[in-house]
């Protein structure tokens, strides 16, 4: 903590601390109004050390990647630092390569590739670049195309793509220059259209949209387009037997007499107690409606 200026003075003069040392003036920054450019210096360029760049290849993928097997996989910087060097090869699946490779031995054009990634080994064939995990006179051997050569195939396609689609944006034909231009004079004359147009338009608009709303007030107030009033399905007359018994609903031909019918009297819409105690007609009634049935008889066509 230093001491106050008044006691540092006492002490400095007895002799006991030493006098600070004045601190040199700071030389005074002057303003420059304005500068010229044309004697600066040119700084020189500093020389940094190169960092060493790791490439990877886009279609083989970094070699300790596990993923490299999947075509629309592409390897980046994150893969060599997640995945370093890849698998350590498991002993017992050597031991039953080696077994594997002496039942069924390796052609000479046949060379056995180790997969980092996956820790195991693949078989390539140097003559077709085609590829198998097992050997080729294996059984359950499949020869294919291998992944790289797959995302290879792939890039160049979306190349070609994309090439074709730049090429037929930019070249146009005269018939669709015609095309644009017509659709130009087009909408100039569209423009060009008078307001009396717009506005019997308008009109026209305006009028559909009356007429629709007062159709469906009308449909929902209960009235059809001829002006009447429609009668609900689910309504019964009061006087209607069906309102308050158990028959069922009946029709406007429902009660009339038919003409193979006995005249009795009896309410043929009764039903339940009603029934048992309708009067029954006369035999000589039922006898007379019957033969006058059978003299009417279907009609001959």
Known sequence: MPLPPALAAKLAK?????????????????EIIAEDYDDTPQQTAIAYTP???HSIDPYMGYIGCPNKWNVYHECT?????????????????????????????????????????????????????????LPPGHPRCQVSRSAAT????????M???????????????????????DMDDGKSDRSDASDDELSQREKRDSERQDRRRD????????????GRKRAHAEELDPMDPASYGECGRGTWASGLPQRNEARTGADVTASGP????????????????????????????
């Open 14 to 30: 007895r002799g006991i601390i030493k006098e600070p040392e004045p601190e040199p003036a700071a030389p005074t920054e002057e």
């Open 159 to 181: 190349k070609k793509n994309r090439q074709g689609i730049t090429e037929e944006d930019v070249e146009m034909t005269p018939m669709d220059e015609d095309e644009d231009k």
């Open 51 to 53: 960092v060493e760049s």
């Open 215 to 226: 159709r469906d007030r009308d449909r929902e107030r209960g009235r059809d387009r001829r």
């Open 77 to 133: 910087p994150m893969c060599r630092e997640h995945w370093k060097e890849g698998k350590q090869i498991n002993s017992e699946y050597d031991r039953r390569r080696l077994k594997m490779l002496i039942k069924y031995p390796l052609p000479s054009h046949w060379k056995e590739v180790l997969d980092q990634g996956l820790g195991r080994y693949y078989y390539w064939n140097t003559e077709t670049d085609r590829v198998s995990w």
């Open 150 to 157: 797959l995302r290879k195939e792939m890039a160049a396609e």
């Open 274 to 301: 009603l029934f048992q105690m309708r009067p029954y007609p006369s035999p000589g009634a039922v006898l007379r409606a019957n033969a006058q049935a059978a003299s009417i008889g279907p009609k001959k066509s």
